[in-house]
T-cell receptor, first 112, second 113 residues
Framework: GDSVTQMEGPVTLSEEAFLTINCTYTATGYPSLFWYVQYPGEGLQLLLKATKADDKGSNKGFEATYRKETTSFHLEKGSVQVSDSAVYFCALRSNTGNQFYFGTGTSLTVIP | KAGVTQTPRYLIKTRGQQVTLSCSPISGHRSVSWYQQTPGQGLQFLFEYFSETQRNKGNFPGRFSGRQFSNSRSEMNVSTLELGDSALYLC????????????FGQGTRLTVV
């Protein structure tokens, strides 16, 4: 079945460091891929998405490229800030149904 | 437009009791999914409702149930509460248009004592 595998955390970085959070997926067909962010005490918010191969999603300095050949959707940011501290979830939506599949989440802490 | 609204935000219940949580989706969205989030298990899918019918179900015991009304609002019910049911329960609303994202509510924090 469809699934998402996400880099284990927690991740601790200094401010202005480069961030990569790895995400790979298993799916039949051509799913849509998403990154969500969750701040303490809140629900999940969409960070970015990509709906077909080679699409790049971007938002707030974060980027991820839909790589069908490696079934990956890694999240990157060139220079993290303290305000980026949160939990990040990779997700896919199957194109054969409405169900979303989420990774286990990666906790990021950015220290000044 | 208004986001996904979950009520209540916080609940404290005693073991053995039952609880009902409510979710109002974004206007026009007819699909509502429920998730349980715990530190140990992460985000786990409970079930999805669309047009008042359960379409998908996760691997949870029958104590967890839900329903959806004609206005797309959804409720989930947990009977005979156990300590392990303490979690953040998240509701997500979506349209069934391909490639679109799900929108989450802020969640209901349930504590079972």
């Amino acid at each position: 079945g469809d699934s998402v595998t996400q880099m284990e955390g927690p991740v601790t970085l200094s401010e202005e460091a480069f961030l990569t959070i790895n995400c790979t997926y298993t799916a039949t067909g051509y799913p849509s891929l998403f990154w969500y962010v969750q701040y303490p005490g809140e629900g999940l918010q969409l960070l970015l998405k990509a709906t077909k191969a080679d699409d790049k999603g971007s938002n707030k300095g974060f980027e991820a490229t839909y790589r069908k050949e490696t079934t990956s959707f890694h999240l990157e940011k060139g220079s993290v800030q303290v305000s980026d501290s949160a939990v990040y979830f990779c997700a896919l939506r199957s194109n054969t149904g409405n169900q979303f599949y989420f990774g286990t989440g990666t906790s990021l802490t950015v220290i000044p | 437009k208004a986001g996904v609204t979950q009520t209540p935000r916080y609940l404290i219940k005693t073991r053995g009791q039952q609880v009902t949580l409510s979710c109002s989706p974004i206007s026009g969205h007819r699909s509502v999914s429920w998730y349980q989030q715990t530190p140990g298990q992460g985000l786990q899918f409970l079930f999805e409702y669309f047009s008042e019918t359960q379409r998908n179900k996760g691997n949870f015991p029958g104590r967890f149930s839900g329903r959806q009304f004609s206005n797309s609002r959804s409720e989930m019910n947990v009977s005979t509460l156990e300590l392990g049911d303490s979690a953040l329960y998240l509701c997500a609303s979506s349209s069934r248009t391909p490639n679109t994202e799900a929108f989450f509510g802020q969640g209901t924090r349930l504590t079972v004592v």
